[in-house]
């Protein structure tokens, strides 16, 4: 099953109304204000510097909030469970989902028993959140009008929902309000029809470069604007430069003057769906285990949710057993408890002081907390090592069972046997093949011929398959054999859409018309002439591009709804072989022909350049963006990861629109240089501010959309040689 990582706070703590902050609080803060120095370079990233690293938590805190306070908030919102109260009544399941995986008691012990230096950071977070509220009266948070310390906890590892949402709100929700006869059905995770999220990583040996030095790549592939780019400094050692998760303060994809490293989301199996065999008695419930009965834990919480201007409740008995949450149920008698990593202060730990990895022996021994259970790990370092890690919470289990399904909870055989350490994890280090890759994909061709070999780990530690990404990044790295920072860029780049390699030559084979058809359709026959004389490549002109991603998003939707109930989810590659091989060679060329028709319809012609149909644009700012036909954007070549594409743009219509436009995919993207001085260039989508008409909207919009990068600032000489301004927070 997917990891999940457990947040463990339930705010509590404050109150939906204004708090007056202290006239000691304002002077403390103010104070060490005073010891935080920000200087924005040309492109609106800000370098912080401080005396101590809380200093420099202080100033990423009140930064963040600068640029995008709106975020700040809201990913704390849906951490804690409490949309509700901004969103309405829909949200209600979210927050029940939440609050299932939280605890604010122990959430606030935990904080109390940190150790004083990740102390320092924590009460550093909320004094820099809590500062830029008090010097910046006329924002108006939707909610959260004091942060608290503790609040980092909520999502220690950097990925705020991107582990918990594999609980299905619909199956919570149908287990919840009492119709569970549908709540065993996961109608709402891993859709096929959703746009991958996810990530790449490349990292490149000194065997491959031509300067020697070991290279790496960083992109993240998520919604737009889910991160921003910055650099933390401090006296004490601090010196990490990347992408930080709005109201997080560490550096989540970076890299520092000794290594970098890189995140892709995995599919390493650290968390577990029991079945617990349910009997009610005297109106309660209980579970078997091991031959006995063990009352169910039963918990009531009363849920508040906005109805236009006022606040309502709503009373939930929340259910648990000694494995976890109650999420669904199979049965009346059969109930689904969930068990995930509970280490929220490791996770932080681990977190943040990998950005202080001094090389590949520091870094893994970071790990060695196993406070990481989302996350596969692409690394590089100035000493000339790469190495990659296939998650890192990985719990031991019997291999008798499946652990892709639910296991029976009656049974002790299948609690968990400890931890694997680090060392038996799947993973590579300095690959004879001198690259490694990873794009959401197995670990078992991260390395071309030197990866890992499958048969010597247990299938659950890697149930991850290969996609269209992964096939292209092996293709592109394996082919050359020697990179610069140029060529690790063309790379990340690269063209070519390794899913109409398979999916195209059926189409082409099936187009068997006679002379009077191809008269009677003369679209369709010139159609296929442009698809046979293509590349595969995308490009801002291409036509062929526009007819096979419009013929085969109808031709994948035909046979989604053939895919027998009972058949588990499939992969991308997976699933697009099972639609060339169940639909007919008449389908085939149908789906072409509607394709064309939708084209004309609304376009004009079915000609029509990929780059005049698939668009960049930014207008609001807000979290959910509006999009619009008749104002400016911006032509993208690039497209869904789904169909192999390495730098990923996912885009649809929206209401009132034609065109598409893009909302995932790339985000921050970096490549560096380790050499005896750092060599960086990074992008990211847009700009760093999200106010419309400012400078740093969409300063980068260009360089995004072209594939293009700027130079990063790393050194306090080239920063101040490129400064825009320099200020203390609250200035």
Request: aromatic content about 12%.
């Amino acid at each position: 099953m997917r990891p999940l990582f457990l947040p463990l706070a339930l705010v509590t703590a404050f109150t939906a109304h204004a708090q007056k902050f202290s006239a000691s609080e304002l002077a403390s803060w103010k104070q060490q204000a005073q010891q935080v120095s920000i200087t924005r370079d040309t492109y609106g990233v800000p370098h912080i510097y401080g005396k101590t690293d809380a200093d420099a938590v202080f100033g990423l805190l009140y930064t963040q909030c600068e640029d995008d306070f709106d975020r700040v908030e809201m990913n704390y919102l849906d951490a804690i469970g409490r949309l509700a109260e901004v969103e309405g009544e829909a949200a209600l399941a979210h927050d029940l989902r939440a609050r299932l995986f939280m605890d604010s008691t122990q959430a606030i012990a935990i904080y109390k028993k940190t150790p004083v230096e990740m102390k320092k950071l924590l009460d550093a977070f909320a004094a820099g959140t809590n500062y830029y509220l008090a010097t910046h009266p006329t924002v108006k948070p939707k909610l959260l009008r004091r942060f608290q310390p503790w609040m980092p906890l909520l999502f220690s590892e950097g990925s705020i929902g991107g582990n918990i949402s594999v609980v299905s709100i619909e199956r919570l929700k149908a287990f919840y309000s009492q119709k569970k006869s549908s709540s065993w059905i996961n109608t709402d995770f891993e859709k096929k029809e959703r746009e991958p999220v996810g990530s790449n990583g490349f990292a490149i040996a000194p065997g491959k470069s031509a300067s020697g030095n070991a290279l790496l790549l960083i992109n993240p592939h998520t919604s737009f604007y889910f991160r921003s780019e910055v650099q933390m400094v401090s006296q004490q050692g601090l010196n990490a430069y990347g992408a930080v998760t709005w109201g997080q303060f560490f550096v989540y994809q970076g890299f520092n003057q000794n290594c970098g490293w890189m995140h892709t989301s995995s599919q390493a199996d650290s968390m577990d769906e029991y079945l617990e065999t349910i009997e009610k008695k005297n109106g309660a419930f209980f579970y078997k285990y091991g031959g006995k009965l063990r009352p169910v834990k039963a918990e009531k919480v009363s849920l508040p949710y906005r109805d236009g201007t006022k606040i309502l409740r709503r009373e939930y008995t929340m259910y648990r057993t000694h494995h976890g949450p109650i999420v669904g149920q199979k049965s009346d008698a059969q109930w689904v408890a969930v068990r995930m990593m509970n280490e929220p202060l490791a996770a932080l730990q681990q977190s943040y002081l990998r950005t202080k990895a001094t090389g590949y022996a520091s870094f893994q021994e970071v790990m060695k907390l196993n406070g990481n259970a989302s996350n596969n790990t692409v690394f590089a370092d100035s000493k000339g090592s790469i190495a990659y890690w296939h998650g890192n919470f990985m719990p031991k289990r019997d291999a008798k069972f499946d652990w892709s399904q639910p296991v029976d909870g009656s049974n002790p055989a299948t609690e968990w046997k400890g931890f694997h350490g680090v060392n038996e994890l799947v993973q590579v280090h300095n690959p004879a093949s001198s690259f490694i890759q990873n794009c959401n994909s197995t670990p078992f061709t991260v390395s071309g011929a030197s990866s890992p070999a499958a048969a010597k780990f247990p299938e659950y530690m890697a149930p991850d398959a290969e996609n269209y990404r992964g096939l292209n990044a092996v293709r592109v790295l394996s082919r050359k054999s020697s990179f610069t920072l140029d060529t690790l860029i063309a790379a990340a780049n690269d063209p070519h859409l390794t899913a109409f390699d398979d999916m195209l030559p059926p189409l082409l084979t099936a187009y068997q018309p006679t002379s009077a058809e191809k008269a009677a359709a003369p679209a369709v026959a010139e159609a296929i002439e442009v698809l046979r004389a293509w590349n595969h490549n995308y490009s801002k002109t291409s036509v062929a591009q526009t007819v096979a991603i419009y013929w085969a998003e109808r031709l994948l939707a035909k046979a989604r709804a053939r895919v027998p109930s009972a058949q588990p989810q499939q992969d991308y590659i997976s699933f697009t072989k099972f639609a060339l091989a169940n639909t007919s060679p008449q389908e085939k060329v149908a789906a072409l022909t509607e394709a064309l028709d939708d084209l004309t319809r609304s376009f004009g012609t079915w000609k029509t350049a990929w780059g005049d149909i698939n668009r960049f644009q930014r207008l609001t700012g807000n979290i959910q963006e509006t999009y619009d036909d008749q104002k400016p954007s911006l032509p993208v070549a690039f497209t869904s990861s789904s169909w192999g594409s390495l730098a990923a743009f996912g885009a649809r219509a929206y209401p009132g629109t034609k065109k598409r436009y893009g909302a995932v995919g790339n985000s921050f993207v970096a490549v560096v240089e380790f050499g005896p001085r750092i060599k960086a260039r990074s992008v990211v989508t847009g700009g760093q501010s999200s106010r419309p008409g400012t400078p740093h909207f969409t300063d980068q919009a260009e360089l995004f959309t072209n594939g293009g990068f700027k130079e990063v600032r790393f050194y306090p000489e080239d920063v101040k040689a490129n400064a825009e301004k320099t200020y203390h927070p609250g200035e």
